[in-house]
């Protein structure tokens, strides 16, 4: 990693693909409130490239924030581990020790913090579509505030089989169900989608749309076809983003994150969403 910068730090997002991420965004924001002289940037890293990219980062690297494909292929990468990314079975943030690289990961604790901003409905049962490793975390998450019963709804059964046994080994209350993407579920409290946009088809539109809660973690494009039709709260892959992001930048700096300029730095018309997203 040779960016050619006079910052003192630097940080970055890594992951594939990696143009629409938003976090240098919130980091770069973040400094600037604090007057930090860090830079934070973006760089393109496939499958099976980590530890080559981290081969190539001098000491002035001092935090990655990891995403897909990459959470999951950094867990033998790294000199320690946090217990919740132990627990998650998942990596998403990387920081600079004198020991080597220590592994986080945000996306849990961040997605408890998420849904509670945005809705107060008790969870009981909730429904996962997809099966990576944000579902997991995620799933942990709602685990944490109180479901008893989460169904993963996979267009690839076999691929579910870690996120499953991360919930196993973690929550042995909960009770966890792994049903094709078109199953019909009821009395689900929160559905939590990991899927693209894309594969938001109408017919899954109608069935979840009146969930009282809808936690859609992409957020390139939004408002995704499940968000728009919600009737409940929303949670968005915003929501998740800055919680997240500011729990990174604490660990990447040891000060504490400057939420209100993160979420000002977001694009008016994101900002707008947020805002209007109903919560309930």
Same mark, same amino acid.
């Given at each position: 990693?040779?960016?050619?910068?006079?910052?003192?730090?630097?940080?970055?997002?890594?992951?594939?693909?990696?143009?629409?991420?938003?976090?240098?965004? &919130?980091?770069?924001?973040?400094?600037?409130? /604090?007057?930090?002289?860090?830079?934070?940037?973006?760089? !393109? #890293? @496939?499958?099976?490239?980590?530890?080559?990219?981290?081969?190539?980062?001098?000491? *002035?690297?001092?935090?990655?924030? !990891?995403?897909?494909?990459?959470?999951?292929?950094? $867990?033998?990468?790294?000199?320690?581990?946090? @217990?919740?990314?132990?627990?998650?079975?998942?990596?998403?943030? /990387?920081?600079?020790?004198?020991?080597?690289?220590?592994?986080?990961?945000?996306?849990?604790?961040?997605?408890?913090?998420?849904?509670?901003?945005?809705?107060?409905?008790?969870?009981?049962?909730?429904?996962?579509?997809?099966?990576?490793?944000?579902?997991?975390?995620?799933?942990?998450? #709602?685990?944490?505030?109180?479901?008893?019963?989460?169904?993963? &709804?996979?267009?690839?059964?076999?691929?579910?089989?870690?996120?499953?046994?991360? $919930?196993?080994? %973690?929550?042995?209350?909960?009770?966890?169900?792994?049903?094709?993407?078109?199953?019909? !579920?009821?009395? #689900?409290?929160?559905?939590?989608?990991?899927?693209?946009?894309?594969? %938001?088809?109408?017919?899954?539109?109608?069935?979840?749309?009146?969930?009282?809660?809808?936690?859609?973690?992409?957020?390139?494009?939004?408002?995704?076809?499940?968000?728009?039709?919600?009737?409940?709260?929303?949670?968005?892959?915003? *929501?998740?983003?800055?919680?997240?992001?500011? !729990? %990174?930048?604490?660990?990447?700096?040891? %000060?504490?994150?400057? +939420?209100?300029? +993160?979420?000002?730095?977001?694009? @008016?018309?994101? $900002?707008?969403?947020?805002?209007?997203?109903?919560?309930?």
């Amino acid at each position: 990693m040779t960016d050619a910068i006079s910052a003192d730090y630097i940080c970055a997002v890594l992951g594939d693909p990696i143009e629409h991420s938003q976090s240098p965004t &919130l980091h770069n924001a973040a400094y600037a409130a /604090l007057g930090l002289n860090w830079t934070y940037g973006r760089h !393109l #890293v @496939p499958a099976g490239g980590l530890a080559a990219f981290l081969a190539t980062c001098g000491p *002035d690297v001092r935090g990655l924030s !990891l995403t897909m494909p990459l959470k999951r292929e950094a $867990l033998p990468l790294v000199a320690s581990m946090s @217990p919740r990314a132990r627990t998650a079975g998942a990596i998403n943030t /990387l920081v600079r020790t004198s020991y080597g690289w220590a592994g986080d990961n945000t996306d849990l604790p961040g997605a408890v913090a998420a849904i509670r901003e945005r809705s107060s409905h008790p969870i009981v049962h909730a429904a996962i579509l997809g099966a990576g490793a944000t579902a997991a975390s995620i799933g942990l998450a #709602v685990a944490e505030l109180g479901a008893e019963h989460i169904s993963i &709804l996979a267009r690839h059964a076999e691929r579910a089989g870690e996120t499953v046994s991360v $919930l196993d080994d %973690q929550y042995h209350r909960v009770g966890v169900s792994v049903d094709p993407i078109e199953t019909v !579920l009821e009395n #689900v409290d929160i559905l939590i989608s990991t899927i693209p946009a894309a594969a %938001q088809t109408p017919d899954l539109v109608a069935r979840y749309k009146d969930i009282p809660i809808i936690f859609d973690a992409i957020y390139d494009p939004w408002p995704t076809p499940l968000a728009s039709a919600a009737t409940g709260a929303v949670v968005s892959g915003h *929501d998740l983003l800055i919680h997240q992001a500011a !729990l %990174q930048f604490e660990l990447f700096t040891g %000060q504490v994150a400057p +939420m209100e300029a +993160m979420r000002a730095s977001l694009e @008016p018309a994101v $900002l707008e969403d947020l805002i209007e997203a109903p919560a309930g």
